[in-house]
């Protein structure tokens, strides 16, 4: 039932002419793939290295980074599938793997293999683009590193120019403000109710990158689009932020009010980024000069931090991700990390250690 995009559509050089390929499914490379190296990140105890190394090992191959191709693929009378948004054939004979991210897991969540009996096929006539996919409907950095990116490929082609696009229902707030400042108009968008629909005929471009392995192309993408929309700031702006998950459920710092009250007599500020619009976040990223707090998705807005930022990253022993190390390498940004004991996902950090990594990586 998995299939490879690749193995079962017509491969072309180009957009097809609508005639010539209007009931057959077609696969057109737009990037091939690339292989990045990146650098280490800074620590100040070896074993802190040793767990972060296990871990990029697990969730971001390593220091080199192979990124599979990039394609538009065409799949007429497909059918959408629950809320991951998986792909699947007219006759339910395949299941396109891309749309699971390629990841197994995905796939035995979401339970499909043991569906016996299906939900009430809704047929939707007409044309779609697919901006979304799993977890696309929570997660803020995987919403703008992962899904967002995929206009890019889609804004490439003319055909594509007023394609309807399906993406989450409801929108969350950060999705509504990233789709209008790109310029797409709420009436060109199709929520997706997560039950079972087939459609006349759904483009589907290819995530720029695996999740959690941002792409280069994805970042050029994001800081063109965005950051000129920006008004000017000072030239001397140097902002120190200290990133607080005050508002989540898991992976806080425990002891953060004594990490805080020592920041904010360095000059730092403390941002709960929940807190702020998309285009309040990106205003002031832009200006960081170091970013300091818990691993979370709102490090993804280092991708409109200049290039001499420094990122520090906290993390629970238990817990490692390589996400924005990852994305820091991209921007020619610095990255280091301390780790703390957890306490089931939360965790304590030492001043101490902190104290000596300021004045190690940053000279504070």
């Known amino acids: 039932m998995l299939a490879k995009c690749s193995d079962h559509c017509i491969g072309v050089d180009s957009f097809p002419i609508r005639s010539s390929l209007d009931s057959k499914d077609w696969y057109l490379r737009i990037r091939p793939c690339e292989t990045i190296r990146r650098r280490s990140p800074f620590s100040i105890h070896q074993r802190d290295l040793e767990l972060f190394y296990e871990s990029i090992t697990r969730h971001n191959q390593g220091e080199v980074f192979r990124f599979p191709e990039v394609f538009l693929a065409c799949i007429n009378k497909a059918r959408l599938y629950s809320k991951d948004f998986l792909v699947i054939s007219a006759d339910k004979k395949r299941l396109y793997r891309e749309s699971a991210l390629s990841r197994d897991d995905i796939l035995e969540t979401n339970g499909i293999f043991d569906t016996i009996i299906w939900p009430s096929l809704k047929e939707v006539p007409g044309d779609f683009c697919l901006l979304a996919g799993p977890w696309s409907h929570k997660n803020y950095s995987e919403w703008l590193l992962g899904n967002l990116p995929r206009l890019s490929i889609i804004e490439q082609f003319d055909e594509l120019s007023s394609t309807r696009l ?83 459920s898991q992976r806080r710092v425990l002891n953060e009010e004594e990490i805080v009250n020592y920041l904010m007599g360095l000059g730092f500020e403390i941002i709960c980024p929940g807190d702020f619009s998309f285009r309040d976040q990106i205003n002031i990223f832009r200006d960081a000069s170091i970013v300091i707090g818990p691993h979370g998705a709102a490090f993804a807005n280092m991708v409109f931090a200049p290039p001499n930022a420094t990122l520090i990253e906290f993390f629970g022993n238990n817990y490692l991700h390589g996400c924005y190390w990852a994305l820091t390498n991209i921007r020619g940004q610095k990255h280091a990390f301390l780790t703390g004991p957890s306490q089931w996902l939360d965790y304590s950090i030492s001043l101490e250690q902190l104290k000596l990594l300021l004045a190690k990586v940053c000279g504070i």
Do not use: C
């Open 166 to 248: 399906i993406v989450p229902s409801p929108l969350r707030s950060y999705q509504e403000d990233t789709l209008l400042m790109a310029g797409i108009l709420p009436e060109r968008l199709v929520g997706f109710d997560n039950s079972h629909w087939q459609v006349d005929r759904l483009y589907f471009p290819e995530l720029p990158s695996p999740l959690g392995n941002p792409s280069p192309h994805a970042v050029s993408w994001l800081r063109a689009r965005f950051l000129g929309q920006m008004p000017a700031s000072p030239a001397a702006s140097k902002r120190l932020l200290y990133v607080t998950r005050r508002d989540a």
